[in-house]
């Protein structure tokens, strides 16, 4: 069974990066069949899709976070990871990574999440 | 503000149907059946429920059921319990951005 989990730091200071992995087990990171994105959920507030990324290194960014993010992905670690740079406090949320099925745009097996606070 | 909009709360008792709406427009739901709903329990990721605008994944009760008309789609969840009780997120393809957008979400309590 797929199984993806969330790892990084808690706490990230203002204007620094804000870096996650995301490592997937049970499953190859490398199926054709698959991209692989990264959702978020302010504290009390609805979800917001950040972009994903296929095996091949191919990836989407929303448009609102284009010049901050980046994400990328470690075939041989079946790990991808995402990048946030100059965060603020409007980017405290919980981070998800999820399974986004090709040419379905459905996020089918998710991560549990981990929580980013920005803060001094 | 969430680029699909839907009501920010449902009821009914147990054993009744409701039916949660999700309206976007001819860029998103309308023009495409990606349409997915998800069920997000307190401090927990959120889980599947319909993609493809009425598909069921292995797993998930047919008393869970979605249907799209025009710009509006829809999730009904027939002889509810308590379980039911949850936020409900629909999500759409968006062809103009080529991305994912999803709506503010529903809390669904079962009185």
């Known amino acids: 069974q797929l199984q993806l989990r969330e790892s990084g730091p808690g706490l990230v200071k203002p204007s620094e990066a804000l870096s996650l992995t995301c490592s997937v087990s049970?499953?190859?990171?490398?199926?054709?069949?698959?991209?692989w994105g990264w959702i978020r959920q302010p504290p009390g507030k609805g979800l917001q899709w950040l972009g994903n990324?296929?095996?091949?290194?191919?990836?989407y960014y929303i448009p609102s976070l284009e010049s901050r993010i980046t994400m990328s992905v470690d075939t041989s670690k079946n790990q991808f990871s995402l990048k946030l740079n100059s965060v603020t406090a409007a980017d405290t949320a919980v981070y998800y990574c999820?399974?986004?099925?090709?040419?379905?745009?459905?996020?089918?097996?998710w991560g549990q999440g981990t929580t980013v606070t920005v803060s001094s | 503000q969430s680029a699909l909009t839907q009501p920010p709360s449902a009821s009914g008792s147990p054993g009744q149907s409701v039916t949660i709406s999700c309206t976007g427009t001819?860029?998103?739901?309308?023009?495409?059946?990606?349409v997915s709903w998800y069920q997000q329990h307190p401090g927990k990721a959120p889980k599947l429920m319909i993609f493809?605008?009425?598909k069921r994944p292995s797993g998930v009760p047919d008393r869970f059921s979605g249907s799209k008309s025009g710009n509006t789609a829809s999730l009904t969840v027939s002889g509810l319990l308590p379980e039911d009780e949850a936020a409900y997120y629909c999500?759409?393809?968006?062809?103009?951005?080529?991305?994912?957008?999803f709506g503010g979400g529903t809390k669904l309590t079962v009185l």
């Open positions: 999820a399974r986004r099925v090709d040419h379905r745009y459905t996020l089918d097996v």
């Open positions: 049970g499953g190859s990171i490398s199926s054709r069949a698959y991209y």
């Open positions: 990324i296929y095996y091949s290194g191919r990836t």
């Open positions: 001819s860029s998103d739901i309308g023009g495409y059946d990606y």
């Open positions: 493809d605008v009425s």
């Open positions: 999500s759409s393809f968006e062809g103009g951005n080529n991305s994912v957008v």
